[in-house]
Nanobody, 120 residues
Framework: QVQLVESGGGLVQAGGSLRLSCAAS????????MNWYRQAPGKERELVAA???????YYADAVKGRFTISRDNAKNALYLQMNSLKPEDTAMYCC??????????????WGQGTLVTVSS
């Protein structure tokens, strides 16, 4: 069973940066897609960024040009570099892992999340 543990969240002023990390442990063989999702209070969960084992990436329009997803397969880690943060980026950020090829569909394993708060 794969376990995902996020870290790196915190309080930052608008315009600042944070780097989120997601450490995967356990039976990680077969993981293809890894994602970052976020859920703000009162809003639905949204896919922020995704990365396939083949190097393909996806970004939500709201974060394009500001966020960068990356993977370190040797360390079984996923990262999200977040620059030029805005108050509307405030949310709980969770990583997810899928064995399928879809960036957003199909069964996924989830971490507990890390809270990002951006002050204006």
């Amino acid at each position: 069973q794969v376990q995902l543990v996020e870290s790196g969240g915190g309080l930052v002023q608008a315009g600042g940066s944070l780097r989120l990390s997601c450490a995967a442990s356990g039976s990680i063989f077969g993981i293809n897609v890894m994602n970052w999702y976020r859920q703000a209070p009162g809003k639905e969960r949204e896919l922020v960024a995704a990365s396939s084992s083949g190097g393909d990436t996806y970004y939500a329009d709201a974060v394009k040009g500001r966020f960068t997803i990356s993977r370190d397969n040797a360390k079984n880690a996923l990262y999200l570099q977040m620059n030029s943060l805005k108050p509307e980026d405030t949310a709980m950020y969770c990583c997810a892992a899928r064995s399928g090829s879809s960036f957003s569909d199909g069964p996924a394993l989830w971490g507990q999340g890390t809270l990002v708060t951006v002050s204006s």
